[in-house]
């Protein structure tokens, strides 16, 4: 991905989707890439072939993605092409995160400045083109840190191979986690970090109790009643490996971890329908504004990034029900009740201001104005610098979307029985 988690202030990296302070992904897109290579391996694999003209940017173009913040060295594969229009087309590729294709919305070559942006992961990127046509030497931005990017122009048979894409996990399976350790956080983290599969590979950090169920059985906290103190006070991080092999899909990851609940926490509960407050999601008058996803992944990628004076909020391959469990289970402090009988999967971003009642009373910290106004961090709380509207006023322009406060039944899951896990 290009940023899984973080609690921390995130990498501006490229990845799936950017994260943001004490933010995260509640399921990533899948990654199957190899080791990355060290920036000098880099190079030495990656000679440049003589341009067929130093204004023809037509091509392969490679180069390393140095990330300080996360130690990590991704490398890009950009293939351009032009349509029969003449219109500049780019496919990114991340080879160390899965190589999987990201079309630029945007691209253009102009007196030798290169650029493009991949709308659906908020990055873009910015490079002038030497003299000789060999080299582009650029800027890769998604969120606050700009990091430099410098690409090389590469004959085919010498260009990084683009992985297979991993293999989806048969729709009938019915998985378990295979080997799970599960260890205490003591972090002091308020919320869950992550929620991850990478690979064959689950991760979550900083997750409660409350969180695993929640995202277990799709309900808010608030449908969660009767557990002990501990069970959202207390925070796990979990690394297991399934018992099927492929890649699974949302649901299937929700069945290993409602079996991990029962096995290791020895979970036992009953569902009651109880009248509580609820957000309901509809479509708007103005109709719906969603574009439907370029993904072919088997996992929807949700998460958050610094946006244009607030917070974006942002969606790839997602389905309505992916996307109102993420802002119940994340975001809101009520259930979230999907009416809007859209059934397709969407690539979506929303730019707004959070509030104190969201992000269980933790909004994130957002990018200064200016860094003075920001002080040593160049941050400062949401409500001193953000101007962008609220989440439902966000939702309705943007989206198209509408979420209004209702009383309404909702399933309620009554803990009857549950246990701290046994130390690993």
């Known amino acids: 991905m290009r940023t899984e988690e973080s609690a921390r202030k995130p990498a501006a990296a490229k990845l799936a989707l950017a994260g943001c302070a004490a933010i995260a992904l509640l399921v990533a897109a899948a990654c199957a890439g190899a080791q990355a290579p060290k920036p000098a391996e880099a190079a030495q694999s990656a000679p440049a072939s003589t341009p067929q003209s130093a204004q023809d940017i037509t091509g392969i173009w490679q180069g390393t993605l140095h990330v300080p913040q996360a130690n990590l060295d991704l490398r890009i594969v950009n293939k351009i092409t032009k349509d029969d229009k003449g219109e500049l087309k780019v496919l990114d590729y991340s080879i160390d995160q899965g190589g999987m294709p990201l079309p630029a919305s945007k691209a253009s070559f102009e007196g030798g400045v290169f650029k493009y942006s991949i709308e659906q992961i908020g990055g873009t990127y910015?490079?002038?083109?030497?003299?000789?046509?060999?080299?582009?030497?650029?800027?890769?931005?998604?969120?606050?840190?700009?990091?430099?990017?410098?690409?090389?122009?590469?004959?085919?048979?010498?260009?990084?191979?683009?992985?297979?894409?991993?293999?989806?996990?048969?729709?009938?399976?019915?998985?378990?986690?295979?080997?799970?350790?599960?260890?205490?956080?003591?972090?002091?983290?308020?919320?869950?970090?992550?929620?991850?599969?990478?690979?064959?590979?689950?991760?979550?950090?900083?997750?409660?109790?409350?969180?695993?169920?929640?995202?277990?059985?799709?309900?808010?906290?608030?449908?969660?009643?009767?557990?002990?103190?501990?069970?959202?006070?207390?925070?796990?991080?979990?690394?297991?490996?399934?018992?099927?092999?492929?890649?699974?899909?949302?649901?299937?990851?929700?069945?290993?971890?409602?079996?991990?609940?029962?096995?290791?926490?020895?979970?036992?509960?009953?569902?009651?329908?109880?009248?509580?407050?609820?957000?309901?999601?509809?479509?708007?008058?103005?109709?719906?504004?969603?574009?439907?996803?370029?993904?072919?992944?088997?996992?929807?990628?949700?998460?958050?990034?610094?946006?244009?004076?607030?917070?974006?909020?942002?969606?790839?391959?997602?389905?309505?029900?992916d996307f109102t469990g993420f802002l119940q289970v994340l975001v809101l402090d009520r259930p979230v009740v999907d009416r809007t009988n859209l059934t397709g999967k969407y690539d979506l971003k929303c730019t707004f201001t959070p509030d104190d009642s969201q992000f269980n009373g933790h909004p994130p910290r957002l990018p200064a104005a200016n860094s003075a106004a920001g002080g040593a961090d160049g941050v400062t709380p949401a409500a001193e610098t953000a101007a962008a509207p609220s989440l439902f006023e966000a939702m309705e322009q943007q989206l198209g979307l509408k979420l209004t406060a209702q009383k309404t039944g909702v399933d309620v899951i009554v803990i009857d029985h549950v246990e701290k896990p046994s130390p690993n």
């Open 126 to 321: 910015q490079g002038t083109m030497s003299p000789d046509g060999k080299t582009i030497t650029g800027t890769w931005t998604q969120g606050p840190n700009p990091l430099p990017l410098n690409l090389a122009r590469t004959a085919p048979d010498a260009a990084w191979p683009i992985p297979e894409p991993p293999k989806p996990m048969a729709a009938d399976a019915d998985p378990s986690f295979e080997v799970a350790t599960i260890k205490p956080n003591d972090s002091g983290a308020t919320q869950m970090r992550g929620l991850v599969i990478r690979g064959r590979e689950f991760r979550t950090n900083a997750s409660s109790l409350q969180d695993l169920i929640a995202f277990g059985y799709s309900v808010q906290a608030k449908q969660i009643v009767d557990g002990p103190a501990w069970m959202s006070s207390d925070r796990y991080d979990i690394l297991a490996v399934p018992d099927t092999p492929g890649v699974p899909n949302a649901e299937q990851v929700r069945v290993m971890i409602r079996k991990l609940l029962a096995d290791r926490f020895k979970l036992t509960f009953h569902h009651e329908q109880r009248e509580m407050s609820a957000y309901v999601l509809e479509v708007a008058k103005s109709g719906e504004k969603l574009a439907p996803t370029v993904s072919k992944g088997n996992l929807p990628g949700l998460g958050f990034r610094p946006g244009t004076d607030g917070l974006t909020m942002m969606a790839m391959n997602a389905s309505m029900a």
